[in-house]
């Protein structure tokens, strides 16, 4: 398979995945409005781009929130139960926390009173990959969700004579160099 054609097979597979990910988020946003017309009448939903949270109460904009990240990666069960953890925070008020209040309106709401969720998923949509170069091998370092301003001034920690070999990379071209069907000359590293 040639480079060119492996990218269209991305692309378009690309388009379907989006698809769907859109009319997920649609269904959870309706299912949030919902929620929120049967519990909390006069507040509104919307999704953030965290990462690191499912969801937030925003008492003062009166605003339920949920990540679009992990709304799109989990389930509708996972959603519900997100969306009706914060519910509770709204009802309980601000100031209330995880406390006996709040556990009390989640056994009403129907749910678990569980302070945090462990998603059954992993958020691995790296747009860049941090490699270092070897010669004519790369080694993983991590991967990132914004693109790193330079890496020509990152060693790697206690290893100062790694200075200068750190590059970036798209992720999609570190896996397919990764699996064998793009060269190393083909990567565009950048440092």
Known sequence: MTVASRRSTVDSNRLVAADAQQSKLRSVEML????????LPGWQFAFNRQRRTLGLCRYRERR???SRHHAAAGNMAQARATLLH??????AGPGTGHGPKWRRIMHELGETPEVTARPDYALNDYRWALVRR????LHWITGR???PRQCA?????????TLGTVYYCAYEDFLAWSEGTLALHQLHLQQ
Do not use: M, V
């Open 134 to 137: 070897n010669g004519d091998t």
């Open 64 to 66: 339920i929130e949920l």
């Open 153 to 161: 001034h990152l060693a790697l920690r206690g290893q100062p004579d």
């Open 145 to 147: 969700y914004r693109k």
């Open 86 to 91: 914060e519910i509770a925070h709204a009802l």
């Open 32 to 39: 949030a409005d919902s929620l929120l017309a049967r519990h």
